[in-house]
């Protein structure tokens, strides 16, 4: 017998960019745009085995990180997952992790978040766990309303992460503020997961970091949108005009200026032609070497930094 189980709790919804076109052959991609991916297997060079190989890295960190997350529960469905628990902090610090990793392996991920009613079944069995309810639902559909690799939450959920986890809440109230869409001029709530790079849970107060802190999340920052700018596992990607606003949409809020109050140089908007990992390695470089950061004070600018 199934049982099932209600309580309140958390929900991520996680989708992978650009794999239904390329399942469905709608892309017309070459040798190079298969080589980042498929080189290393002894298989043809298909759309089909692109999008097998991507499905299998996904998987591969999920399973990675359903070793770190115990109380968290993972349930695949093909280029997509969900992801809950009744710990809100536990969902934020999985939802965080799983974007940076997904990126830094050379895959683009877009995500709804969600906290409220979730239904499932409570018994594991070869099938796998499933879950409805509302917070399903809607984590789900706010997946869809936006370009890019961002997590869009529902109004309240900064409310619900502050019931359950004050502590938390607090040192975290940068990650969770609104953006106006370009596209359609409405004003979204979302989870700024890119301002924090490997966001753990004793993380220091956000909005009261030193300079060097400031700098280091920014380097950091900078860092992932250059994968995506740069990494020729986003070659096939590039290769459709959806694939490439997505892309476009990720480099140019990831590299935004005047994050956490910093000024820099990389105000990157679209993709470059040169895509391989020594590009990847030479401008983040660059970016460690920079020095001409500048900390914003009191919506002034202050004298370069040293």
């Not at 969600?114 to 997946?143: C, M, P, S, W």
């Not at 920052?221 to 606003?245: D, F, H, M, T």
Request: one cysteine or more; glycine letters at 2%.
């Amino acid at each position: 017998m199934e049982l099932i189980n209600k309580y309140e709790g958390a929900v991520f919804f996680v989708d992978i960019l650009g794999i239904t076109a390329l399942t469905n052959s709608k892309m017309n991609l070459t040798d190079e745009d298969y080589e980042p991916w498929l080189a290393k297997y002894s298989i043809e060079y298909s759309d089909q085995f692109l999008a097998a190989s991507i499905l299998a890295e996904f998987r591969d960190i999920l399973i990675r990180m359903n070793d770190d997350f115990k109380d968290v529960t993972i349930s695949q469905l093909s280029d997509c997952a969900f992801v809950w628990s009744k710990n809100i902090t536990d969902i934020i610090l999985f939802a965080s992790k799983f974007m940076v990793d997904a990126i830094r392996k050379g895959i683009l991920c877009r995500a709804g978040l969600t906290y409220g009613e979730i239904i499932e079944t409570n018994q594991e069995h070869k099938l796998g766990r499933f879950i409805v309810g509302k917070a399903v639902t809607d984590a789900a559909k706010l997946e869809r309303m936006s370009k890019g690799a961002r997590i869009l939450i529902d109004e309240e959920f900064p409310h619900n992460l502050w019931e359950q986890d004050k502590d938390f809440a607090e040192r975290t109230i940068p990650l969770f503020t609104p953006f106006t869409n370009p596209l359609d001029y409405n004003i979204y709530d979302e989870f700024k997961w890119y301002l924090c790079p490997d966001l753990t849970r004793d993380i220091n107060n956000l909005s009261v970091l030193s300079n060097d802190e400031q700098i280091l999340l920014t380097k950091k920052r900078l860092k992932i949108a250059n994968q995506v700018r740069c990494s020729p596992k986003y070659r096939w990607n590039s290769k459709s005009l959806e694939g490439l606003v997505q892309m476009r949409a990720t480099i140019n809020f990831i590299s935004e200026n005047k994050l956490l109050n910093i000024l820099h140089n990389f105000d990157w908007s679209d993709v470059v032609s040169k895509r391989d990992d020594e590009t990847v390695s030479n401008i983040n470089r660059k970016i460690d070497n920079y020095h001409d950061y500048r900390i914003i004070v009191e919506k002034e600018e202050r004298p370069w930094a040293e």
